[in-house]
Nanobody
Framework: EVQLAESGGGLVQAGGSLRLTCATA????????VGWFRQAPGKEREGIAC????????YVIDPVKGRFTISTDNAKLTLSLQMNDLRPEDTAVYYC???????????????????WGQGTQVTVSS
């Protein structure tokens, strides 16, 4: 069984930082793709970043490149998203997700991921 659960969201001032953590069960970190996504009310879910130990895939979308970093701790079975220099437009519910192949050659495409957490709210005030 595959399960994911996000934590670390909250309210932060513009320019501040947050670190999100995704605790998992049943995710094969040495083989599967893992990623972070976000969705604001009334908007489509968008991919932020993904990585895979299978082939070294690593993608971060342009709007957050240089500010957000995805990382994994394979021993602890966790996935993290370090977010620096946060902006009001980063406000959204943030999700972690996993899939056997999704990141390879494709980047963080939501429809490619089979397993999802419930999300954690990130609010950036101006």
């Amino acid at each position: 069984e595959v399960q994911l659960a996000e934590s670390g969201g909250g309210l932060v001032q513009a320019g501040g930082s947050l670190r999100l953590t995704c605790a998992t069960a049943g995710v094969k970190f040495d083989d599967w793709s893992v990623g972070w996504f976000r969705q604001a009310p009334g908007k489509e879910r968008e991919g932020i970043a993904c990585t895979s130990s299978r082939d070294g895939s690593y993608y971060v979308i342009d709007p957050v490149k240089g500010r957000f970093t995805i990382s994994t701790d394979n021993a602890k079975l966790t996935l993290s998203l370090q977010m620096n220099d946060l902006r009001p437009e980063d406000t959204a519910v943030y999700y972690c997700a996993a899939d056997p192949w999704a990141c390879t050659g494709a980047g963080p495409v939501p429809r490619h991921y089979d397993y999802w957490g419930q999300g954690t709210q990130v609010t950036v005030s101006s």
